[in-house]
């Protein structure tokens, strides 16, 4: 009933409890301190020893390997009884080209490690601490539902995250656990900065949207606080573009 809706705190993280992974900086940065801001409590993991910038809000920083920062945090929440309220599962690579099949192959294995098989693990690490109303959020990209050039790892690897996520909102969705994919399009980050300053390629990717720009941080982490709270309590198994229109342009 409409009128039993808590509409003031529809989308407040606060009493919630999160991990977000590749939170040293660019999107991961970004999500972990919307989340935080938003009133969760924030455990922003990554590889770099601090992140980019100071997080504002309830955020403690894990410097580490994603799957074995997310089980040692797991334990320790564990330990005293706690939950995990939600996961986000930002971390991922892209890798620069290599010219012979032995630096393909390695590229391509590396690249599905990290930005599948690392996903997977922390999902099966948070999973028994995840209450009924918890969210997986696993950042895919539009890379996961269209072929990019020169890069079959990572839109292999994104394809998979993709239909990992519906695989496990079906597994999960007996305990009440919601998976949603968040798929952003080009968004400028450290990652994308080379084509970014790239006068060329910077308009090609502008021009494939229907709002006429790339993508900031900033504009995922809606989407992000949506996912996560209980505004989305009816929502499992989807793929949520933020892509500023482009798979919705087609061929103009």
Not at 84 to 98: C, E, Q, S
Not at 105 to 111: C, G, K, P, S, Y
Not at 241 to 247: C, E, H, K, P, S
Request: net charge neutral; charged share 15%.
């Amino acid at each position: 009933m409409t009128e039993n809706l808590d509409v003031a705190n529809l989308f407040s993280l606060n009493g919630k409890a999160a991990i977000v992974t590749g939170a040293s900086r660019g999107i991961g940065f970004a999500l972990a301190q919307g989340l935080a801001l938003a009133g969760a409590q924030v455990f922003a993991v990554a590889r770099s020893v601090q992140p980019a910038e100071p997080f504002e809000g309830d955020v403690r920083y894990v410097s580490g390997d994603a799957n074995e920062a997310v089980a040692a945090i797991a334990s320790e929440i564990g330990a005293r009884q706690g939950r995990i309220d939600v996961l986000v599962n930002a971390a991922g690579i892209t890798l620069p080209a290599a010219s012979d099949r032995e630096g393909m192959l390695a590229n391509f294995d590396q690249t599905l490690k990290v930005n599948l098989t690392t996903p997977f693990a922390c999902c099966l690490t948070v999973r028994p601490l995840m209450p009924r109303g918890g969210s997986i959020i696993n950042v895919t990209s539009i890379g996961s539902v269209m072929g990019f050039p020169g890069n079959p790892g990572y839109v292999a690897a994104k394809g998979g995250l993709r239909m990992m996520t519906k695989a496990l909102a079906v597994d999960y969705g007996t305990s009440g656990i919601r998976v949603n994919a968040l798929a952003p399009g080009y968004i400028h980050t450290d990652m994308t900065a080379k084509s970014y300053a790239d006068p060329v390629l910077n308009a090609q990717r502008r021009r494939h949207t229907c709002l006429d720009r790339w993508g900031a941080v900033g504009d995922l982490v809606g989407t992000a606080i949506f996912l996560a709270s209980d505004a989305s309590g009816y929502i499992t198994g989807q793929d949520i573009f933020v892509d500023g229109g482009w798979t919705a342009k087609g061929l103009t």
